[in-house]
Each structure stands twice: as C-alpha cells, then as structure tokens.
C-alpha cells in the first residue's frame, strides 16, 4: 500500500497518508502538477510560506523497467511564476518507490534560521538538524554523508545557491558513483526549498517493500519490448550514439544546421563547436586515459548509459556530465571553445547548485550586457564565486538571466516566461520555439522535443524553417507529459516513435503497474490532461497568451547563417493550447 | 499653430509635424497615453529599440490658468512591464507649450556610446554632444548648465541611474529655483530616455507664439472661479495646510488613522511621524532660521505654493523638498525618525535620478529581507552611493524593490504590477488599496486619490475599512485621468471636489483654450476613455485581472494597531475597469 509523506517545516512534523483514489494511477509529473493544482494557490509567492513543493517518482520507477529511475519535483517556480516540473535521474528516485512512498509534499515555513534534512527509512522519516552542512559545496560534504547514512542511500539536496533563494537553483540528486551531479535543475526549485530550510532528504531504501505490479504478465511483456526497443535503436542501442558521445553528440548536428546558438543567440553557428563536441569528449577522453570509454548511467537499470564523465591531461576525473546542454550553456552560448574551461563550470554548477542551463545563459547575458567579453571563461569562473559567497553580483547573476537583464537594463535576453532558452535556436528551428514560448514550463526542449523530427529524422522529417507546426509541438508536449510521469528518462522517446513494439512496450509497463488497459490513446489523453492543467494553473497565476511569445529581438534581429528571424504568426502559438 | 517635435535618436534628426485631428483636444497624459498606445507595440521591450517617450505639456499650461505648470512623460515602464504616465510641475512645460510644442517624441535607439541634448528654441531643435556631463550628480552639473543657456531656460534630464537603464530612474526637471528637484519620478521612465542617449532637453521659450486660446472669454471665466475656489479651501488657500505644512501634513494624519505604512509594511503606525511630519518642518525651519517660513511653488503661477525647503541647523539649505511621499519612503518606511538624515537622502535621490518613493521601498524591502536593520540611514545613504557608482548592489537597488526581493530571494515586497507602494496602507484604507491594484499605472496614489474622502474627508466621507470601492476608485481613476490632460497639478482637486463653481472654472479653462462645450459629464467620459487606453494597452502586454491584486502577505498578516488584512473581494477588484 502506497502512501503519500507530507513534510510540514513550521512544527517539524511528518505525517504518511493514504493515496486519495483521484492519484491511484499517477505517477512523476502526473501527481506533482496534480497536487501543486489541488494545493498551492497559483498567485503564492513561490517564496512564500504558501508554496509547496512535490517530489513524485515515475509510475514504473523502482521496477525493472528500463531507462527508469526519475524523480520528478513540482513546485510554482521562482524562476516562471508559473507551475513547474522537473526531472532528474537518480537511485534516489527507486529507493523512495521502493519504500511505498508515490509522492512526499514539502509545505510550511520555517520558523527559525535553523536548516534541517530528512531521514526516510522503512521505519519512517525523522527530522537531523543539517546546519554544518549549510554554506559548503555539494563535492565537500557528500563523501560525508554517505560515510554517515551509508554508501547505498540516496540523496536529494540544494546547494548554496538555494540556501540563498536563488532563483537558478537546481534540487541535486547523487548519482551511480554518489557524486553530486543529477539535478531537477530548471525553474528554480532549489531555491523553493531553500525558503523552507530543508537541506536534505536521505532515503535508505534497505527493507522497503518494493513496488506493487497489479498485472506482472502485461508489464513483463511490455518491458521486454521496450528493452528491446532500446538496445535496437542506433541512438539508444550500447555503444550507439547516445552511449558513445553522449548528449553532446548533438553540438556538430544542430551547429551545421545552423540552429546552435552563440553568443547569447546573436548567431547560430558556432567556429568552436567542433572542439567542444561530444566527438571531441570521445576523443580527448581517449587520448588522456589511453583507451576508450564509454558512458554510464545515471543510475540503476538505464539500458542507454549516456552519461559521460571528462578526464584531465593527466587522467584523473574532471567532472560527470558534460551534456549536450551543458556544452553549449557553458560553451557557445559564451562563446567559450575549450572543453576543460566549460567542465569546470560545470563542475561550479554541481558544487554551488545550480542549473547549468540557467547559468550559462545568465553569464551569457551578462557578456552581452558588457560585464566581460565573449569567450572570457575565466570571468566567468569568477562569476561562480560571486554566486558561492551571495555577493551582490551574485545574487543577480543566481537569479538567473532575466533579472540579470533586468538589473543591467539589458534587453537582449532570450527567455520565455522568464526561464532562458536552451540550446536549439528557435528562428532556426520553428517547432521547438513553439514548444518554448508555449510549454508551461518557460523555454524548455524536453517539454516537447520537435527537434526529433525538425533535426534528427526520428518519427520522420520535417523542415525545420516550416512553422506550421502547432499540431507537431502539442503532440510532443502531451506525450511528453506522459513520459514524464511514467518514470522514463524522455531519451526513450527516439526508440519507441521509431519503434511501433517499443512504444506497445512502453504503454504496457506502466499498465502493467497500475492495472489498466492504456493504449496509445491514453497516452495522449492523459498527456493533454496534464498539460491542461499546467496551462490553467498559470492563467490563474495571471498568464495569457501574450506570454506564450518569443523576446521581442528574435522578431527583428536577423540570426546567421540563415538571416531567418522568429516568424511564426501568433495565431499558431495560441492554436497550440487555446488562448 | 501647434506642431509635435518627433525626435529620432538612431540618425539624430528632429521633425515638426503636424498635429493630427485625433489629438487636436488633447494634452498632458490623455495624449501621452495615446501616442504610446498608437504608435508602440504594447509586447516590446522597455528598454529596446521600440519603445518611445512622450513629453506633452497639458491642455492649459503655459496659460495664466493657476496651478497648471504640468508635463506629462509617457511610455511603456521598465518598472511595471505596462503603460506608464508620470508627471511634475516644471516652468519646462509651460515654456515648451509656448514654444507651440503639443508634444514631443523621442524614438529610435543610439548606434554608439555617445550621449546628446537637444536644445530647442523659438527657431527650432538642435543636438548638442552631452558626453561631458554624463557621469555626474545633478546639483554638480545644473549651475554649468543654466550658465550656457540661459537663466531661464527648462530643462529636462535625467540622473545616473537613468544613464544606466535602471527602474527606478526618474525624470527631472528643473524647479523655479533652477534645482534639479522636480520630477515625473514613478514608472523608471528615466530608464528609458537612457537607454536612448538623450541626457538633455534644453527649452528655451523665447520668442515663443504663446499658447492659443479658442475661447478667451470662457476661458477667463473659468480661470478665476478656479483661482478663487483654490484661493478659498483650507487645504490650497495661501497659508493653508499645503503652503504652510507642505504635503507632509498628512504624516500626522495618516499615522492617526492607523495607515501610515512603518518598516516595510510592518505596522500601520509609526512612533517617529510626530518628528518628521510637516509640522516638524515648519517648526524646525522656524527653529533654525528664526522666523516662519511658507512654501513656494515649483513653478510659475501655482497659487498653491506647496514646496517646502529643508534648512540645516546653521539655517543653509540643506534640501527643496520635503513631500509627504519623501519624509515616508525614507522615513517611517524604513524606520528613520530624523528629518536631517531624511533630507540628505532626499538631496541624494534628486542629485542620482531616482524616485524617492521607489527608493525608500526598496531600502526598506532591503532592510526587511536582512541587509541593515531599519533605522539605520547610514547604511541607507551607502546604499545610495552604491547606485550612483553602478555597483552590482546599485543595480540590485536601482531597479527597484520588486527586483530587490527578488534578487534576495525575499517575498514580503509591498508593490503591484512591479512599483513599489507609497504612503498609504491599503490594508487600513481599502480605496486607495483598489487602486493600487487596479490602475494601469503599478501601485499608485496619485490614479485615484480616495484618500481624499476615506482620510481627508473631502467631498463627504466614507469610512476608511469599508471595501465596497469599485465606484469610488473608478470614478476617482477617471477623473484624475482629466486632470492629468488638463496641465493641473492634482491638489487642484480637493478645492474643486469641494466648491462646485471651482470645479465648473476647471472645466471651463479647459473647454476655452480647446474651444470646445465640454461639462463634467466629459470630464468622466474623457477620463474613462483614457483609462480604457491605458487598461487595453496592458492587457495586450500581457496583464490579467490577476496582476489586479494585491502582494500575497497582505492577505495574511495583520496589520497593526488595527489588525486588518487585505480583504477586498476579487470580484470588487474586477468590477473596477471589468476584469
């Protein structure tokens, strides 16, 4: 029997309930946006003592079921104003599944300065103080943790960044190796619980119960299925392109197509890219350490293992992950070439708690606002410092790349909804920029990745300049919502649009768990419900369709090589949800 | 003839056209606001190369019609996101209105670093290098100014805070005195005119044709029913309430009725009001200069004379003026009881270019969120410096308190639509709460000033805790709209709210220089018809009826001595200008 954990930080007090019938089949996003819509007034202050933030694994998270282990964490953000979700990889994820527990809600204010974490084990959760944890790196004190809770646990934490209500703040998870490096980083929602003094929730999964399998046939049929999918597709499959190169694999294709963004989106291909590639993380890494070597996972049970680690000169570690989206946020986006810069920003990121998305755009606009020159990596790293230590500068530059803008009255800031874009140019690629300024989320690839068709061919090819393409990015947005809340990582989706067996699979796994009969109907069914919901949460926080646009310079600024500019009409933004 | 003067500050060149039939009627904020409306696209952005700001003189001024000396500044507000029209009392508008000048528009956005003035005479506008002057505190650089143009020259300018694009910047004008003291200071529009390079407008009104007068007869007969009704009331007569106390007379008053806002919106009622009321200030000059001393106007032809002068204890000037507003933000606001620290603070806001009202609720969201303790005006006039040096902490400030919490990660921020809120608690006085919320213009008393009935008691009374409202902030929000057009300075209105024939003179003065029949019936249908404007430009920016609210703690702290919170229905907010 499933519970929900509600977590009150005003008097300390945890409390297991039962599942309401209304969430017995919800699962990641599902049951987060559920709950923050069932609970939290949408015009709360995101910091404020009203809003509440939810921490839900996937449907099938904690089973055998491949690609698996996300957690999804909801919350209205800091950074949007908006309801927000957002999904990391991590063992922590199935050992909270394992315990019984579908979802934790984390609500109240704290009363005092004091910080706190949370210990769930089998037997329940009980509250440590955590203050000598605060002010410190997430790399200084993990090593510690584990040595106290012990190596098999799992960990969700903030870094000081969110101690400090920093709107770019990440909510970090460990990893396979228990390095501080998976996060829920868009939106801000490290700073939510930073405004709640809760540093830690430590789940020791030892003697949990396990998740309940209502029909074990369908879900092992499906599994199988899926499985296959993915160790079939060549994006998917072991030593395929996500498993070689990782993410970053993407840099040469969206640079050639000319939507890579440079320089805070002035142009859309970058003379770096090459040297900053996942080939080029391939190839370096195999010079420095004499052999090849491929990725892991980011934890149990993941089929595809894309996450890559980058060495130095000498072979020692240098930092887990270089993604696709981090190259670029750290690289191009700041006009910086040099792998070994951008993997120790990255390595800042991890250690402050911070987005690396959100960071680099915001260095990137402050670049362009004149604060340093394009390329200059190591004021950036002085950057991250000003962050670490909460120094004025920092504090604009941690609340992300609009109030960055904002505080240096720069207006070339490429965001929606207050969240900066990442790393595909939407006047070079139409679809995905309707899923930007569209998606509740603010810009946001992974809530409906168009790129799959615009760039990669998967599910088919389409044009990327073509911008009729409402019906495309609201089909990606809704399936996607269900990915999200199934407990998959989202880079399934290039094996099951590709793969008719693989996608059967995948709708039967999370059956299978529930006890259902989904099919692929229902699939976009409870997508759309989702998504609805989401967009209704945010009209009622006082979004409209005016905020469902593109940064005014993108209408006007011509971006190279393509000289195209953000020409999709508004009519075919507000036919995405209805405006 | 009257011309618009169309400046383009991307080729540097000035254009005098002709003034459309559509606004042949219209002045001051009636035609601000329409321009803006017409000609700016209501989702650019504020700081970008499509957004304007237009300078109009109103209906009547530079006639002899008393109290009338006042320029409208519109445009789209990098403080609020929405249409913003801020205005001041300056002999810069009369002498422009001389000069045959209906309005001028400032368009097109700098190709370089440089900065200019335009130096507009009887035979037209001319650029002048302005590089010179940038940089530098406005008492530094007025003396030089006048020295090179001309005693009796206007001038418009705007601080260092409006050279570096933040939100708090206001626009200055010169007062009688030629002090760089008087200012459309809410809405940061200074920001704006920055972001474009414009330093100066330099008018001199020599050899001007004058203001035309359709109606000279109606004309005069309204001029002197209003002149008396100004001469008569308590509040506006000479060695009344206003040229004796100045508008800090209503500390006292506000403080007694329990809604004079203390230390960020902690309490209603503040133990130093006694001290640094308007009382106190008269008092204190008469102390330290050893006779009694009235105010004076900030312009010619004010018969109100409610600007006062701040002496030091050797009985030099210490600051001109001391508003209701200022002696607030910077004094109970922040927890300061000491007129001498207040003034310097004062004299600061005015010599960097920022509003003293978004000023003083910045330092206090700052204080409230952890950087000083209150009280402490020596951090206060630090953080001062900070701003005009444009260090990353000026920039956090100078942008404004919503910025400020946001920048802290601090939720208690007491503004609507992003401006800071003035002198009066909406929770112990629900009417001017209404229109905070409501109005186009951002938290706002002066768009509809029922304080006037709620507190005052002019025009009859109503009870300050009743929130039935709607009708009584709408109509006030029309009203006001006129007399914004009209080139009257506000405080006309509590002698016109009164005596009926100084109402028919205002009406009149209007109707005779336009030539038209107008009554109070057009008076309101005017005012509606630019409210409407106003509301519709911010929708289409993106506003709801839920940016008509008002901050989220106000709901649910109490309020001292009264203990009140915010509790005016949703649905009486929405009935203000339908939701």
Same sequence: chains 1, 2.
């Avoid at 204010?109 to 910080?115: A, L």
């Avoid at 959100?358 to 604060?371: N, P, Q, S």
């Avoid at 005016?546 to 209408?555: G, V, W």
Wanted: hydrophobic fraction near 35%; charged fraction near 20%.
């Amino acid at each position: 029997m499933t519970k929900i954990l509600r977590v009150n930080m005003t008097d300390r007090t945890v409390k297991y309930e039962d599942v309401p019938e209304k969430y017995r089949l919800m699962g990641g996003r599902w049951l987060t946006s559920s709950i923050i819509v069932d609970e939290v007034d949408p015009t709360c202050h995101p910091l404020g003592p009203n809003n509440k933030l939810v921490f839900a694994p996937g449907i099938v998270t904690g089973t055998n079921a491949p690609t698996s282990g996300r957690v999804s964490v909801g919350g209205k953000s800091p950074l949007t104003g908006g309801i927000k979700e957002s999904n990391a990889g991590s063992n922590w994820s199935q050992l909270i599944a394992k315990l019984g527990i579908k979802a934790i809600v984390v609500e109240g204010y704290p009363q005092d300065d004091k910080w706190w974490g949370l210990h769930i084990t089998k037997d329940g959760a009980e509250f440590f103080p955590a203050d000598e944890y605060v002010g410190k790196g997430l790399y200084e004190i993990f090593p510690g943790l584990f040595e106290r809770f012990g190596k098999k646990v799992g960990i969700m934490t903030i870094g000081v960044a969110g101690e400090k209500r920093m709107a770019m703040a990440g909510v970090c998870f460990n990893d396979a190796e228990n390095r501080p490096t998976r996060y829920s980083g868009r939106g801000g929602l490290g700073a939510v619980i930073g405004s709640k003094h809760l540093k830690f929730i430590v789940v020791d999964g030892e003697g949990g119960p396990g998740v309940e399998i209502a029909d074990k046939d369908l879900f092992e049929k499906g599994r199988k299925k899926l499985t296959e999918a993915l160790r079939t597709h060549d994006i998917t499959k072991p030593k395929g392109t996500l498993n070689t190169y990782g993410t970053a694999a993407l840099v040469n294709v969206l640079n050639e197509a000319g939507g890579y963004p440079t320089r805070n989106f002035r142009q859309g291909r970058f003379e770096g890219a090459a040297t900053t590639s996942g080939e080029a993380i391939f190839e370096g890494n195999k010079q420095r350490l004499g052999k090849e070597l491929y990725n892991h996972g980011c934890h149990p049970g993941c089929t595809i293992q894309c996450s890559n680690t980058w060495h130095n000169p000498d072979g020692s570690e240098a930092v887990s992950c270089i993604e696709y989206e981090s190259t670029w946020a750290l690289g191009a986006n700041c006009g910086i070439d040099d792998l070994d810069a951008i993997g120790k920003l990255i390595w800042l990121c991890n250690d402050i708690g911070i987005d690396t998305i959100e960071t680099g755009g915001t260095i990137a606009v402050a670049m362009d606002a004149g604060l340093a020159k394009f390329g200059d990596w190591k004021a950036a790293i002085g950057w991250m410092e000003e962050i670490r230590k909460g120094t004025p500068l920092g504090h604009i530059l941690g609340n992300g790349a609009a109030t960055t803008g904002k505080a240096f009255g720069w207006y070339r800031v490429p965001g929606c909804k207050g969240q900066n874009m990442p790393a595909y140019e939407p006047r070079a690629v139409k679809g995905i920029g309707i899923t930007y300024a569209t998606t509740p989320m603010g810009a946001d690839h992974t809530a409906g990745y168009t790129i799959a068709p615009e760039i990669l061919g998967v599910s088919g090819k389409v044009d990327q300049f073509a911008t009729d393409k409402a019906d495309l990015s609201r089909n990606f947005q809704h399936s996607t919502a269900f990915i999200d809340s199934s407990g998959h990582c989202l880079f399934i989706a290039f094996a099951i649009l590709d793969i008719p067996s693989g996608f059967e699979g995948f709708v039967e796994e999370c059956a299978g768990v529930v006890g259902t009969n989904w099919t692929a109907d229902d699939v976009m069914r409870i997508g759309k419900e989702i998504v609805d919901k989401e967009v209704a949460f945010n009209r009622a926080a006082g979004f409209t369709s005016a905020h469902d646009r593109m940064p005014e310079f993108m209408k006007y600024e011509k971006l190279p090589p393509h000289n195209v500019v953000w020409d999709v009409p508004d009519a075919t933004l507000d036919a995405v949800h209805g405006a």
